[in-house]
């Protein structure tokens, strides 16, 4: 087995937070209610008050209210008006169901299961070394920030430490790769390998709206053109979020290449790349295989399973 980098820490106070993003019901509701007022506004002129560029002023102000209200339900017509309002198939909603269940569990180092799951992941990372505590020191060189990898999760939950379990069985020899770091020139403090996959996993699932606020009818299906998107992908395959997840961090990896950059510069890459998801994603692949070839181009590894 090659030698993993030791890298060296730094501490990121925006590293893995919850989100703190506004309801999305309630933000709706507003902006309707600001488009439906500034609607009502009348031009008045008063007797004696006449001015012509205030006049002029208000036609075009009126014009423009208008015309951007007219735009504005253009637009959620057409096309993706009939894609928000298509409802889900039975399939597509208890995937998603499934889904939001295991965002929201919550990593817990008391749990015997959980700790198993840190053991599979030792194994899969270490071969041949028995994982003979589950705090020491040899977890940082696996990129964990500390000797105790439970105080890393927060956001992410348990379903980080799964989706890098994913990546280490199904695609051992790209798991291999971004553990050692193995290709391109590095910097001298690089990334953290498991806590870049929770901050991966934990962007996903807010890209995927799958962080359900409270009091929301968890049955509601996505509402971003990402979000709908990925309901096609995730009617195909039921780990749809793990192959999205494994192709993103080929292409985190790939972008922190491209950027030469370094520890704290890693909140801007993560923010590119996220970008980039969306970007594929909206333009709505028909399956995995063509969401991959937007994300990391024709000759990938992970294009060749």
Known sequence: MASLRRRKQGKDEDALTESLLPDYDEQRQFEEEQRHEANR??????????????FIRSILEWWNRFFGSLLSYATALWPQGQAREQPLSLLQSERLQLLRERVAEKFNGADDNHQDALRRLWSLTFAGEPCTALKSAKWKEMGWQGEDPATDFR????????NLIYMA???????????????????????????????ITFMLSEVLELHTAPGAASEAGPRTAAGRAFMVLLAESDVAFEELY??????????????RASYMEFNAVLKRVRS?????????????????RKLLGADTPLNRI
């Open 41 to 54: 506004r009348a031009i008045i002129i008063h007797p004696g008050e006449f001015n012509l560029q205030s």
């Open 155 to 162: 956001g992410a939950g348990l379903y980080g430490l799964e």
């Open 169 to 199: 069985e199904v695609h051992p020899d790209t798991f291999r790769r971004l553990v050692d770091k193995s290709e391109g020139s590095r910097a001298e403090w690089e990334y953290p390998f498991a806590v870049a996959g929770l901050n």
């Open 246 to 259: 494994c192709a993103t961090y080929c292409l985190l990896d790939s972008t922190w290449l491209q950027m």
């Open 276 to 292: 980039e998801v969306e970007r594929a994603l909206a333009s709505r692949p028909p399956n995995m295989l063509a969401l991959r």
